[in-house]
């Protein structure tokens, strides 16, 4: 029997999880997506006019409500001293190779589809066999376990198990890269193309460096006699880039919980942002330690970007005198002036300012010369860190009962009825899949926090030696971590390289710098020490 036949099938069910805390601190990334299905029969208005005009109001802004317990000012964290790690590795031309050699054919992995009905599903089971055959002295000091099948971890025991073990978290799955966009790449979508300074293919940039400098890391620590004294785990999902993930790490993370207790981990570090040469003039590094969202320009102090921003304001020499001055004239509790002007600068900076929201998909009508019957559309939210779920179901439900009302439309909120009980003309909202809960801050201080920003220090100084400022930024994008908030409330989103050294992220030629995949070996290889090391509060 083969060894994908023998093995079950990932099943398709979350597992039960324990209730999470929703304290109203610092709010990482929601993701919740709606399903309107607005039903017109015999109306005076088509039905797409409606959808459209639907649209638009979900789009405009409300007011917020904000509760701002135990938030009352907003500072630049401490910067703790450079932390070193026993050894540094300054990799020799023969191990940058090898590093290089392993990257490129990681990315050869077409890791993607749904495994009840995608035949490409084997290929997981080719990389689990892959990554024994890369790094088979990891593997034989490491406790592999494959985790609904395809998640995986391996444990490296520490000598002292009365220390918090060390998380360290990738996935190997990506994106799809469709038949269709063959001809438009570059170099092949699952080549692993090497041009002397790129990788090419999908998943050179998400997640595949990761994954190999964590394996690269601890092979090298191993070889060179390293014997850990604090539990070390890495864990990889199959599933992140699905956006109901619940197979991987939803079943990982439960499993480390049975196993290590509620807040067993020291520590999570998971794929994220990078470090920055010039920020405002200065050289930073912008672990996300808040993951993210726009329904109302306002600027709180929830935001790990206003952070940032007090950071910048201190060290950065090209940092806006006009921002300067409104981070010291607003505040404590909100900031909406400066919210307005950080909007106008573009796209990206607005939405870090509050919540999206994307009406991504509209079906309607099946012939051209006749008025659809049923109109639906999906909308998605990355709500904004002093919201929550309930909230912006508030939000949309207050706009939506108004344009049923203009209408002459019964209105459905988020109820689970059954169309049949509406009638014939309605408007019914409803929630598509599981939404995701606030989640818990990362502190910004204490050994914990010393250790992670000394370590950053340590290993990737500013040009020319300087120091690296290191502050929590925020993520408009959501990873695998948002399972371990039951395990630590240390979680960091950073993957230890300059930012910028990769392009294509899950389009047509994605690409990964391989210097900034030399750079995330050596952090990981340097933040294994410390944590090994560190005997602060846990």
């Known amino acids: 029997m083969s060894e994908k036949s023998s093995l079950p099938l990932p099943t398709q069910s979350a597992p039960t999880r324990p209730a999470r805390s929703l304290k109203p601190r610092i709010l990482f990334l929601l993701l919740t997506t709606l399903l309107l299905s607005p039903i017109l029969l015999h109306s005076a208005k088509p039905a797409l006019e409606l959808a459209s005009s639907t649209a638009r109001s979900l789009l405009q802004q409300d007011d917020a409500v904000y509760d701002w317990s135990a938030l009352e000012s907003v500072q630049c964290p401490v910067q703790p001293e450079?932390?070193?790690?026993?050894?540094?590795?300054?990799?020799?031309?023969?191990?940058?190779?090898?590093?290089?050699?392993?990257?490129?054919?990681?990315?050869?992995?077409?890791?993607n589809g749904e495994p009840l009905e995608d035949p490409r599903w084997g290929p997981f089971f080719d990389f689990q066999k892959w990554l024994k055959t890369a790094f088979p002295l990891a593997n034989s000091k490491a406790k592999v376990e494959y985790i609904n099948t395809l998640g995986i971890i391996a444990t490296f025991e520490g000598s002292d198990t009365s220390l918090k073990p060390l998380l360290l978290m990738s996935h190997y799955d990506v994106v799809p890269a469709p038949e269709s966009t063959y001809d438009r790449w570059t170099h092949g979508a699952f080549s692993g193309f090497n041009d002397g300074k790129y990788i090419w293919g999908r998943g050179a940039a998400d997640d595949k460096p990761l994954v190999v400098s964590q394996w690269e890391a601890i092979t090298k620590l191993l070889s060179d006699g390293f014997v850990p004294r604090r539990t070390i785990i890495l864990s990889h999902g199959n599933d992140e880039e699905e956006v109901f993930a619940r197979r991987g790490q939803g079943h990982i993370a439960p499993f480390l919980e049975e196993r290590y207790?509620?807040?067993?981990?020291?520590?999570?570090?998971?794929?994220?942002?990078?470090?920055?040469?010039?920020?405002?003039?200065?050289?930073?590094?912008?672990?996300?330690?808040?993951?993210?969202?726009?329904?109302?320009?306002?600027?709180?102090?929830?935001?790990?970007?206003?952070?940032?921003?007090?950071?910048?304001?201190?060290?950065?020499?090209?940092?806006?005198?006009?921002?300067?001055?409104?981070?010291?004239?607003?505040?404590?509790?909100?900031?909406?002036?400066?919210?307005?002007?950080?909007?106008?600068?573009?796209?990206?900076?607005?939405?870090?300012?509050?919540?999206?929201?994307?009406?991504?998909?509209?079906?309607?009508?099946?012939?051209?010369?006749?008025?659809?019957?049923?109109?639906?559309a999906k909308v998605n939210f990355r709500i904004d860190f002093s919201e929550s779920v309930e909230s912006t179901k508030d939000h949309v439900a207050k706009?939506?009962?108004?344009?049923?009302?203009?209408?002459?439309?019964?209105?459905?909120?988020?109820?689970?009825?059954?169309?049949?009980?509406?009638?014939?003309?309605?408007?019914?909202?409803?929630?598509?899949?599981?939404?995701?809960?606030?989640?818990?801050?990362?502190?910004?201080?204490?050994?914990?926090?010393?250790?992670?920003?000394?370590?950053?220090?340590?290993?990737?100084?500013?040009?020319?030696?300087?120091?690296?400022?290191?502050?929590?930024?925020?993520?408009?994008?959501?990873?695998?971590?948002?399972?371990?908030?039951?395990?630590?409330?240390?979680?960091?989103?950073?993957?230890?390289?300059?930012?910028?050294g990769s392009g294509g992220v899950h389009t047509v030629d994605e690409h990964g710098s391989i210097a900034a995949q030399h750079a995330i070996a050596r952090w990981v290889h340097a933040i294994i020490q410390n944590a090994d090391a560190y005997d602060g509060e846990e």
């Open 261 to 376: 207790g509620k807040d067993g981990l020291l520590m999570v570090i998971d794929e994220g942002s990078g470090n920055k040469d010039d920020f405002f003039g200065a050289s930073f590094a912008l672990p996300a330690m808040g993951e993210k969202g726009y329904m109302d320009i306002v600027l709180t102090p929830h935001s790990p970007y206003l952070t940032s921003l007090m950071c910048a304001a201190k060290h950065s020499p090209s940092f806006p005198k006009k921002w300067s001055s409104l981070l010291k004239s607003e505040g404590p509790k909100s900031w909406p002036k400066l919210a307005k002007l950080l909007a106008s600068q573009s796209r990206l900076d607005r939405a870090m300012v509050g919540t999206t929201t994307a009406v991504d998909v509209v079906n309607g009508g099946v012939k051209v010369n006749a008025l659809p019957e049923l109109v639906t």
């Open 82 to 111: 450079a932390l070193f790690p026993k050894t540094m590795w300054n990799m020799t031309s023969e191990e940058k190779e090898v590093l290089t050699k392993h990257y490129a054919e990681a990315v050869s992995f077409d890791d």
């Open 399 to 500: 706009i939506l009962a108004k344009v049923a009302k203009k209408n002459g439309l019964e209105f459905s909120g988020f109820k689970g009825k059954d169309t049949k009980e509406l009638g014939g003309k309605f408007v019914q909202v409803e929630l598509m899949g599981q939404p995701l809960e606030p989640a818990p801050n990362t502190p910004t201080e204490g050994g914990v926090w010393d250790l992670f920003a000394g370590t950053v220090k340590a290993v990737a100084p500013g040009p020319n030696g300087e120091e690296r400022i290191v502050t929590p930024f925020a993520s408009t994008g959501n990873t695998d971590c948002k399972m371990y908030y039951n395990l630590t409330k240390n979680v960091f989103r950073y993957m230890g390289g300059p930012s910028g």
